[in-house]
């Protein structure tokens, strides 16, 4: 079992960049997927990034070229490094465990969020 941890989040202007953190308590960090999922206000939770423990990673459209996920097991984290940010980049960012495809619903553990606002 993991517990996922936010954290970096803030407000920037567009064509800025910021990374986020996710630590995650477990002795077993290193055999879990992990996820970032992000939800703007009246919106679904979408997908944004995953990486598994073989290290593969895996992107959504929306953020290919622009954001990386990496994973550094030594310190049980998880980072987003996000450029070129835009506007609709604005959402709550979620890291979740457990999982590496799309779908919210195969994520077992969800941190609390840490909310990122890109003004223009």
């Known amino acids: 079992q993991v517990q996922p941890v936010e954290s970096g989040g803030g407000l920037v202007q567009a064509g800025a960049s910021l990374r986020l953190s996710c630590a995650a308590s477990?002795?077993?960090?290193?055999?879990?997927?992990m996820g970032w999922f992000r939800q703007a206000p009246g919106k679904e939770r979408d997908f944004v990034a995953s990486?598994?423990?073989?290290?593969?990673?895996y992107y959504a459209d929306s953020v290919k070229g622009r954001f990386t996920i990496s994973r550094d097991n030594a310190k049980n984290t998880v980072y987003l490094q996000m450029s070129s940010l835009k506007p609709e980049d604005t959402a709550v960012y979620y890291c979740?465990?457990?999982?590496?495809?799309?779908?919210?619903?195969?994520?077992?553990?969800w941190g609390q969020g840490t909310q990122v606002t890109v003004s223009s």
């Open positions: 477990g002795r077993a960090f290193s055999t879990y997927d």
């Open positions: 990486i598994k423990w073989t290290r593969a990673t």
């Open positions: 979740a465990a457990g999982g590496v495809s799309p779908n919210a619903k195969d994520y077992n553990y």
